[in-house]
């Protein structure tokens, strides 16, 4: 079965502490692994893909295949990072995603 | 706005009635998703559609939801006699055959049953 696991629903860090968001996940085979981000009044957005490697706003993330996790992290949060991240997969073939139930962020002044 | 687009933003209905929603995807995207989210949850896949076959339906769509996208362009998705439980936001996503893994998210339609 493919399964998202995101264990905190809330996670609220001072600004320029660095930022672990967790995420685990469940899946047969070879997946693809994503970071979503939604900002207060604004879509769905990727933030960033295990497969590119790059790093998006500072924030990066390894997929982890032992651990099966893929945490994002940021050494130096600031206040714009405040919202809802979401971690997803997809599995072969390129179709639906899966998502975790999300973490929201707050970054504190 | 070359973004996907959803319509209505909002609706609400009383149990029993049928409502219809309509996604706009992002020109020239092949495949179509539909997805639900419910307060405190992730979205939900519901179904997808590659140009106007419908290729993979969630055991969440039960018979009262019907999804179609004609002419390969935009989708409907219907929801027949509905009941409090279908209160949710459905979220469209379209993706393109270059990166059919990026899939960009319309604002979605907040559905209350009332």
């Known amino acids: 079965a493919q399964r998202v696991t995101q264990p905190e629903k809330l996670l609220s860090v001072f600004k320029g502490a660095p930022v672990e968001l967790k995420c685990n996940y469940s899946?047969?085979?070879?997946?693809?692994l994503f970071w979503y981000v939604q900002y207060s009044r604004q879509r769905l957005q990727l933030l960033l893909r295990?497969?590119s490697r790059e790093s998006i706003k500072g924030f990066t993330a390894d997929l982890n295949k032992g651990e099966t996790s893929f945490h994002l992290k940021k050494p130096f949060a600031q206040e714009e990072d405040s919202a809802m991240y979401y971690c997803a997969l997809s599995g072969q073939g390129a179709q639906k995603l899966v998502f975790g139930q999300g973490t929201r962020l707050t970054i504190n002044p | 706005d070359t973004g996907v687009s959803q319509d209505p933003r909002h609706k609400i209905t009383k149990r029993g009635q049928n409502v219809t929603f309509r996604c706009d995807p992002i020109?020239?995207?092949?495949?179509l998703y539909w997805y639900r989210q419910t307060l405190g949850q992730g979205p939900e896949f519901l179904t997808y559609?590659?140009?106007?076959?419908?290729?993979?339906k969630s055991r969440l769509l039960s018979d009262r939801f019907s999804a179609e996208r004609p002419k390969g362009s935009f989708s409907t998705l219907e929801i027949q006699r509905t009941e409090q439980g279908d209160s949710a936001m459905y979220l469209c996503a379209s993706s393109s055959r270059r990166a059919l893994n990026e899939q960009f998210f319309g604002p979605g339609t907040r559905l209350t049953v009332l």
């Open positions: 559609f590659q140009n106007e076959a419908q290729l993979e």
């Open positions: 020109s020239e995207h092949n495949r």
């Open positions: 295990h497969i």
């Open positions: 899946y047969s085979g070879s997946p693809e």
